[in-house]
């Protein structure tokens, strides 16, 4: 388990502890969630992703008992929580604005859980101090939420959260209500937290950042229906859509037909740049087909000197420069008219004596660079 | 928090919002009351006013007279003693069932879909268009022994003789909680509706059953406007005349119809005076509760933020 880092892959057992079979979700004549099927592991983090009224709230609300999907089922630990009541599931939420009870002090909300249940009160105190050391906030026991900064709320929420021992831990949109400067680090924090305590963790976000940063593993979702799952390297690096190249990172998209296919490379006419596009992975289209072809930012460099190479280059002038802190974000418009961007890094650009706005450049990028989409 | 407030200087503009209420309350309410006072320290005389003036100048000397009578007679007449614990009692048993009807009145009315919402709210605030006497009036008509209620259960042989409710304290009961049952209502469907749902479903996502979350929940959230109700009805049910006197029976004892009576039929105005001043003061002990734990609440809420 301390092997899970955050973004790292995932390499626990590939059981499926958290089962979603073909859940569909319908309010009124508003179809919410089409179709949804997925495996969580044991002790994975995983997210959801997707913009606003993409489902990905809807879904999270029917593992929490909130909803019953319309059809389809849904189990945990191999029993079928489907049309469970949220308080018989043993399933714990952390909620986006982390619904602390303001009537109660720090200590009454982590033990509230508890006392449903009727742990014995000795004990309660025990596991209440626990969890609030866990996330360091033993010391604010007897303040209540309105006494507490944000971040201090998500901590207390998170422990009451985890106080009684979940098997499943759902986060909503988890640090949405903080200010944007402590995100990152409360990102990796909790993550360390989760870890610790071992726990399956399902997290609803639109912030592809926070997913990448958090979870083993993601599932990108758009109306309804989950698009692309995967680690978040693999969904970064070998989007199987338009969509999800541009939802999950900012990337450059070609459109071109397929001239060559082999095991090995694929070689695309692309009238868009100066040279055709070659890509070292095989495709499962037919000759002749127009295919859309990603290349992320960061991939590509920008030189004064004309390639070497006969294929994976362009020509155009530098139309917009911006100063990124630790890169350069650079904006191309090549021959075409086609506006390309690339990110440069500050080590390029001292080796390379930064190109300026109005010059004329070439881009490149290798064989490994571009993805070929599906769709 | 609030001597920082005292001691602040009132800008003019603070002073021009809060100066008209203020000079309102002064002329129709502190006046009033002090008028009040004054001749329920008098004494009963023939003429016009019908009683003495307090202060009088004489012989070079100013002598100001307090009457007492008034008084002395509330405390040791037991008649009055037993009025202001029955009026007391009934505002009571009021209030109870406000709360009870009321309650879940407002709490399915502000979990209503908002346009069912308003059309429920409309309803509550119906009764309000027609005038309190017709709908006592109405209220007399249903509860006759040869009324509305009665004729219809006889019909559906239910009973064989008609339910004596009118002309009883029951009825009375049953016109002071349809009358003051919307000024429960009302604050607490205003507290209820701006409850965080979201608070209700981390308290199920945390094992509590739907009865445990509201009792753990919804209820201590919602005090505020229980209390609020609560006051709206028991203060004016105290003091209220025209429900007793309209539906009860000539036993029916109420602080309102003793002093109906010491006014016009005794002409006693003093006397009617101090039933009113007692009364007041009876009152003033749950506002005074009432306020108290409203300020609490405020600093609650913020006061120690930053501290």
Same mark, same amino acid.
């Given at each position: 388990m301390s092997e899970i880092r955050p973004g790292a892959p995932w390499s626990g057992s590939a059981d499926d502890f958290v089962r979603i079979d073909d859940v569909v979700k319908i309010f009124g004549d508003v179809v919410a969630v089409k179709s949804v099927s997925l495996?969580?592991?044991?002790?994975?983090?995983?997210?959801?992703l997707g913009s606003s009224g993409c489902g990905k709230s809807t879904l999270l609300r029917m593992l929490a008992g909130f909803e019953e999907p319309t059809s389809g089922r849904i189990f945990l630990d191999n029993e079928d929580i489907s049309s469970l009541p949220p308080y018989k599931r043993p399933v714990n939420m952390m909620f986006q604005s982390y619904a602390l009870f303001p009537h109660m002090t720090v200590e009454a909300n982590v033990a509230f859980g508890l006392k449903q249940e009727g742990v014995p009160r000795n004990e309660i105190h025990t596991r209440v101090y626990e969890a609030l050391d866990l996330v360091q906030m033993g010391a604010y026991a007897r303040r209540k939420p309105s006494q507490l900064s944000g971040g201090q709320q998500q901590r207390v929420a998170l422990a009451r959260s985890l106080v009684k021992r979940p098997k499943l831990l759902l986060l909503d949109e988890p640090m949405s209500a903080l200010d944007k400067q402590i995100r990152q680090n409360t990102q990796i924090e909790l993550v360390k937290i989760l870890d610790k305590v071992g726990v399956t963790c399902i997290m609803v976000t639109h912030d592809q950042e926070e997913a990448m940063t958090m979870a083993n593993r993601m599932a990108v979702m758009s109306e309804g229906r989950i698009i692309q799952c995967g680690t978040p390297q693999e969904v970064y690096d070998f989007p199987n859509s338009r969509f999800v190249a541009g939802f999950v990172g900012s990337t450059n998209l070609f459109t071109g037909?397929?001239? =060559? +296919?082999e095991p090995d490379h694929v070689q695309i006419e692309c009238d868009q740049l100066s040279r055709?596009?070659? =890509? +070292?992975?095989?495709?499962?289209?037919p000759l002749g087909m127009e295919v859309h072809v990603s290349i992320r930012p960061e991939r590509i460099r920008v030189h004064r000197e004309q390639p070497e190479g006969d294929v994976n280059w362009g020509h155009g002038v530098v139309s917009h420069m911006a100063w990124m802190g630790s890169y350069a974000r650079y904006q191309i418009r090549l021959d075409s008219g086609k506006l390309v961007e690339a990110s440069v890094s500050r080590l390029a650009m001292a080796q390379n004596d930064a190109p300026a706005v109005d010059e004329e450049v070439y881009i490149d990028w290798s064989d490994d660079s571009a993805t070929v989409l599906p769709s | 928090m609030s001597t920082s407030i005292k001691h602040a200087p009132l800008p003019w503009r603070r002073i021009l919002t809060i100066a008209p209420p203020f000079v309102w309350l002064v002329l129709f309410l502190l006046v009033p009351f002090l008028l009040v006072l004054k001749i329920s320290f008098a004494d009963l005389q023939f003429g016009v006013p019908p009683y003495t003036a307090l202060a009088e100048f004489k012989d070079e000397a100013l002598s100001l007279v307090l009457n007492l009578r008034g008084y002395a007679l509330l405390f040791t007449d037991s008649l009055y003693i037993a009025t202001y614990l029955e009026s007391v009692r009934m505002a009571v048993i009021t209030t109870i069932f406000c709360v009870?009807?009321?309650?879940?009145?407002?709490?399915?009315?502000a979990r209503s879909e908002p346009s069912v919402r308003n059309v429920l709210l409309i309803g509550v605030i119906l009764p309000f268009w027609t005038s309190l006497l017709l709908r006592v009036y109405a209220w007399i008509g249903i509860l006759r022994n040869d009324g509305i209620m009665?004729?219809?259960?006889?019909?559906?042989?239910?009973i064989d003789q008609p339910l004596e409710i009118y002309r009883t304290d029951l009825a009375v009961h049953i016109g002071l909680i349809y009358a003051y049952l919307p000024f429960f209502i009302l604050p607490l469907y205003a507290n209820l509706v701006k409850l965080d749902v979201r608070l209700l479903e981390a308290a199920y996502d945390l094992g509590a059953r739907p009865w445990r979350a509201f009792f753990s929940v919804t209820l201590p959230l919602s005090m505020p406007g229980v209390l609020a109700g609560a006051m709206l009805v028991f203060i004016p049910s105290v003091g209220e005349f025209v429900i007793p006197e309209m539906l009860g029976g000539a036993d029916t004892l109420m602080i309102g119809r003793v002093m109906w009576t010491e006014f016009f039929n005794n002409s006693d105005w003093p006397m009617a005076a101090a039933v009113t001043c007692v009364m007041v003061l009876l009152l003033?002990?749950?506002?005074?509760?009432?306020q108290y734990s409203q300020v609490r609440q405020l600093d609650a809420r913020g006061g120690r933020r930053n501290g």
């Open positions: 495996n969580v592991g044991r002790g994975e983090i995983f997210a959801l037909t397929i001239t =060559v +296919d055709p596009l070659y =890509v +070292d992975h095989g495709v499962s289209e | 009870l009807i009321g309650y879940p009145m407002a709490y399915y009315i009665n004729n219809l259960l006889m019909g559906l042989g239910l003033l002990i749950p506002l005074v509760f009432f």
